[in-house]
């Protein structure tokens, strides 16, 4: 058991560490692209992981025993959680319907309020897994659809699709084995599984294989043109 939770601490510790070194890294590859939107994917990313860092920060904090483990502080990471998902819905949405653009804002916002009242509202842990969950997993699969197609067609070269699809695998199977393996002597699996999602991630994104051509390209690829090229 003891192994168990210090495995736990050791995978958030690399987690938060990593989430937060390659949110920095993307956001910095945003600021430096000439035309910058909001729905470009090193800002998506790198909102999701700074998210991402912040929730695993105070999911480890009962861990370690620095505050006790309550309903209150779940509501708070969930809230944490929906806010990394939902510049990723916002990509997703230029990206696979671009023809009803005029109503993106829209499904946005009732996804955001559905997220909230949920997280704010739900009456016990499990429930508020039951109502969210679902969702985060269906996002990842189009997010791995996406990443399915770039990787065949070689569209978005400046990223490996085909690490990013092993990473998205890798953070779904964390999200369905959390509740089922809590009670158990595999507790930490979710936790380590998280942690090699976020792994692949940063190696997805800083992409040594094309780092040799940064100086004279720019990685300013937004969800439009990876629709356009999907569209072919």
Same mark, same amino acid.
């Given at each position: 058991?003891?192994?168990?939770?210090?495995?736990?601490?050791?995978?958030? +510790?690399?987690? +938060?560490?990593?989430?937060?070194?390659?949110?920095?890294?993307?956001?910095?590859?945003?600021?430096?692209?000439?035309?910058?939107?909001?729905?470009?994917?090193?800002?998506?990313?790198?909102? !999701? !992981?700074? $998210?991402?860092?912040?929730?695993?920060?105070?999911l480890t904090l009962p861990n370690i025993g620095f505050i006790p483990q309550s309903l209150e502080l779940f509501r708070i990471r969930s809230l944490i959680i929906g806010g990394s998902v939902v510049p990723v819905l916002g990509a997703l949405f230029q990206i696979w319907?671009?023809?009803?653009?005029?109503?993106?804002?829209?499904?946005?916002?009732?996804?955001?309020?559905?997220?909230?009242?949920?997280?704010?509202?739900?009456? !016990?842990?499990?429930?508020?897994?039951?109502?969210?969950?679902?969702? %985060?997993?269906?996002?990842?699969?189009?997010?791995?659809?996406?990443? %399915?197609?770039?990787?065949?067609?070689?569209?978005?070269?400046?990223?490996?699709?085909?690490?990013?699809?092993?990473?998205?695998? $890798?953070?779904?199977?964390?999200?369905?084995?959390?509740?089922?393996?809590?009670?158990?002597?595999?507790?930490?699996?979710?936790?380590?599984?998280?942690?090699?999602?976020?792994?692949?991630?940063?190696?997805?994104?800083?992409?040594?294989?094309?780092?040799?051509?940064?100086?004279?390209?720019?990685?300013?690829?937004?969800?439009?043109?990876?629709?356009?090229?999907?569209?072919?």
């Amino acid at each position: 058991m003891q192994i168990g939770t210090d495995l736990v601490i050791l995978s958030s +510790i690399v987690t +938060i560490s990593l989430s937060g070194a390659i949110g920095v890294y993307l956001f910095r590859l945003w600021r430096r692209q000439k035309t910058r939107l909001m729905t470009d994917l090193p800002l998506v990313f790198a909102i !999701t !992981t700074f $998210c991402q860092a912040l929730q695993i920060f105070l999911l480890t904090l009962p861990n370690i025993g620095f505050i006790p483990q309550s309903l209150e502080l779940f509501r708070i990471r969930s809230l944490i959680i929906g806010g990394s998902v939902v510049p990723v819905l916002g990509a997703l949405f230029q990206i696979w319907a671009p023809k009803i653009q005029r109503y993106h804002n829209r499904l946005v916002l009732l996804f955001l309020a559905y997220w909230v009242v949920m997280a704010l509202f739900g009456a !016990t842990e499990g429930f508020i897994m039951i109502t969210t969950i679902p969702l %985060i997993l269906m996002f990842g699969f189009v997010m791995m659809a996406t990443f %399915i197609i770039t990787w065949k067609t070689g569209r978005l070269k400046e990223v490996r699709s085909d690490l990013m699809i092993v990473s998205i695998i $890798c953070g779904m199977a964390s999200q369905i084995l959390r509740v089922p393996l809590l009670v158990s002597g595999f507790f930490y699996v979710p936790d380590i599984l998280l942690m090699l999602s976020m792994v692949f991630t940063v190696v997805a994104f800083g992409n040594p294989w094309y780092r040799k051509d940064i100086k004279t390209k720019e990685a300013n690829v937004s969800p439009s043109e990876i629709a356009i090229a999907m569209d072919h």
